[in-house]
């Protein structure tokens, strides 16, 4: 017997990527219904906490709809987007947010109901060349049978399951045909807008500065979507060696979060602005004052992009 958590609240960007992933919504438009769901009292603010209450009006509601095995007493959300009112089903909500508010309110009421179960089935098949031979080759098959759905009641896996045939101890098994598959480990697949994005968050970017400069970085034809997927072009190629070679450190996801906590700091008043610009150039200057720029160093004709991975309100 296998137990799967339920899953927790969405946050922002695990919200991009699910959308992008389910609904095919791009990171510019996901971030636009958030914004309009938040001001139209939807949802609750992105970087802000769950309701007082929401907890108890998630466990009232899945105790009503569901029955209380599919209640999960001691579960607590206390991070990620919520619905304001539980109440308020997707069905009620008019125009193309429903989609959006549907992935939030199910991944609420998800987050509070009980692990989903799986029953595990297995075998062990022993391979000779002939009867009474030694056995040099073991196989082993596995499947999975849910046993019970938990928070899958609300959020369903698209994974059908799986039953082995009745096998006793002893059983000689007689292969009508056997096939030989080649199998190659593959390089790492690509970022998607929204992987990107995700990615970004998790080094303490804010999402919606790091959309603009997604977006910037396309427009002056650096990154490329081919299929869905993110890649440099000839000029990014370029850009991306260059900035490696003579801002190695201001451009690693190492410094970056070190930048975005002194934002964060001087939002609520730990640091002075004085102090972290001060604290920038005594370190960086050196390397940002101007130098010619030799031919072969040239990235084309675009226009200079500049990356802001957050922004002082």
């Known amino acids: 017997m296998k137990a799967h958590p339920a899953p927790d609240a969405l946050t922002l960007p695990t919200l991009i990527e699910t959308a992008e992933h389910d609904l095919a919504l791009p990171p510019e438009r996901?971030?636009?219904?958030?914004?309009?769901?938040?001001e139209a009292g939807w949802i609750t603010h992105p970087d802000g906490a769950p309701?007082?209450?929401?907890s108890e009006a998630a466990q009232a509601y899945i105790r009503r709809e569901y029955g209380t095995d599919y209640v999960a007493p001691d579960a607590v959300v206390t991070a990620g987007i919520v619905p304001t009112d539980?109440?308020?089903i997707p069905e009620d909500l008019p125009?193309?947010?429903?989609a959006l508010y549907a992935l939030i309110w199910k991944h609420s009421i998800a987050a509070h109901m009980p692990p989903a179960q799986e029953r595990i089935m297995a075998a062990r098949i022993l391979v000779g060349s002939a009867?009474?031979?030694?056995y040099p080759l073991e196989l082993r098959a596995t499947t999975k049978l849910l046993y019970a759905d938990?928070?899958?009641r609300i959020l369903p896996s698209p994974a059908k399951d799986e039953v082995l045939p009745f096998l006793r101890q002893g059983d000689e098994l007689h292969p009508a045909q056997i096939a030989v598959d080649a199998v190659a480990s593959e390089a790492p697949d690509r970022y998607t807008a929204a992987s990107l994005l995700g990615a970004?968050?998790?080094?303490?970017?804010?999402?919606?500065a790091a959309a603009r400069a997604l977006a910037a970085l396309c427009a002056a034809e650096v990154i490329v979507a081919v299929e869905g997927k993110l890649t440099l072009t000839e000029s990014g190629v370029t850009l991306a060696a260059y900035l490696a070679s003579t801002f190695d450190e201001l451009t690693s996801p190492k410094y970056a979060a070190e930048l975005n906590a002194d934002l964060d700091r001087i939002a609520v008043g730990e640091r002075l602005r004085l102090d972290v610009l001060h604290a920038f150039w005594s370190r960086?200057?050196?390397?940002?004052?101007p130098t010619p720029v030799s031919p072969s160093r040239t990235v084309g004709e675009h226009k200079p992009v500049v990356l802001r991975l957050a922004e002082e309100e």
């Open 30 to 38: 996901t971030l636009t219904l958030v914004e309009t769901l938040y």
């Open 86 to 88: 539980l109440n308020r």
């Open 95 to 98: 125009g193309d947010g429903a």
């Open 51 to 54: 309701l007082t209450g929401a």
């Open 150 to 152: 938990g928070w899958r």
């Open 200 to 208: 970004l968050a998790r080094l303490g970017a804010d999402e919606g």
């Open 131 to 134: 009867a009474g031979s030694s």
């Open 284 to 289: 960086f200057g050196a390397a940002l004052h």
